[in-house]
């Protein structure tokens, strides 16, 4: 298992907080309600707001789409540090049914994925790690599936000569 790179020390409670203040969650109804101290686990909501739904009453693709826009590069630049650059490169969202209310996901980062980035970043190459994270209803129903596309890359700096 290869080790975590240091990284500098900030709580994982005040990022989420800054982050639920950032204007393209707080103004779109989404907020991150955990945030893991090791940055492994996330979960977030889409509020049943008026702005957030559609013609037909139901919530919004875009919004569920923008719901996990910035959660994997930013639990992967917490993770990596300051030695890797993070990139969102690609997505991709399928709508499974409509939703009604509230929605919520939950994404997860195993030891496995952290080390696979790590070891094939290691020599200064690129690699573009796929997540896919499941947005629910309120009776735990899969409403969308996304996959995120990650750019990740240690930086010119950090790379072997």
Not at 62 to 90: Q, R
Not at 135 to 156: G, P, S, W
Request: hydrophobic share 35%; with cysteine.
């Amino acid at each position: 298992m290869l080790p975590l790179p240091k990284r500098k020390p900030k709580s994982a409670e005040h990022l989420r907080r800054r982050l639920n203040l950032w204007s393209p969650l707080f103004f779109t109804g989404i907020k991150i309600t955990y945030l893991s101290e090791d940055y492994t686990h996330c979960r977030a909501t889409l509020k049943n707001w008026r702005n957030t739904k559609n013609s037909h009453g139901t919530q919004f693709g875009g919004s569920l789409f923008a719901m996990t826009d910035p959660i994997y590069a930013m639990m992967c630049n917490c993770l990596f540090g300051e030695k890797h650059y993070v990139w969102d490169k690609a997505a991709h969202i399928e709508f499974v049914k409509a939703a009604q209310g509230e929605v919520y996901l939950d994404c997860q980062i195993s030891r496995e994925e952290i080390d696979a980035i790590l070891a094939a970043t290691a020599d200064g190459e690129k690699h573009l790690p796929e997540f896919t994270v499941r947005v629910f209803d309120q009776n735990n129903e899969t409403i969308a599936i996304a996959t995120r596309t990650l750019y990740v890359r240690l930086k010119k700096e950090f790379r072997p000569k």
